[in-house]
């Protein structure tokens, strides 16, 4: 009994943080999007990949997950350069785009 409780309750744990993992992902891919629309380069395969996930506190102490994002763009269509997008709980922290070509 004890343990079905438990079971349940890790599994609702397990959801609760992979909808809220979905919820970031999907921001910071929408931004990444829009990054690479302002910066006139093309982002390859619509795709962000999380390179890596940190426990951070914030400016009044509070706990968020750090999150880093890499992605592919072009700016020429011949190249593929690396970008990361770093967010903080769901907000944006930074975007940053490897040196590349201008058309």
């Not at 809220?20 to 390859?44: E, P, Y």
């Not at 914030?58 to 593929?80: A, I, M, Y």
Request: hydrophobic share 45%; with cysteine; aromatic share 12%.
């Amino acid at each position: 009994m004890v343990f079905d409780i438990i079971l349940i309750g890790l599994l609702i744990v397990a959801y609760l943080y992979w909808a809220s993992a979905q919820r970031v992902k999907s921001i910071a891919l929408n931004a990444t999007k829009q990054h690479c629309l302002d910066m006139n380069v093309q982002m390859l395969d619509d795709y962000i990949a999380l390179t890596g996930l940190w426990l951070k506190r914030d400016r009044t102490g509070k706990v968020h997950l750090w999150r880093s994002f890499q992605f592919e763009f072009s700016s020429t269509g011949n190249e593929r350069y690396n970008g990361q997008i770093v967010m903080f709980g769901c907000r944006i922290e930074s975007i940053q785009m490897e040196p590349h070509r201008l058309v």
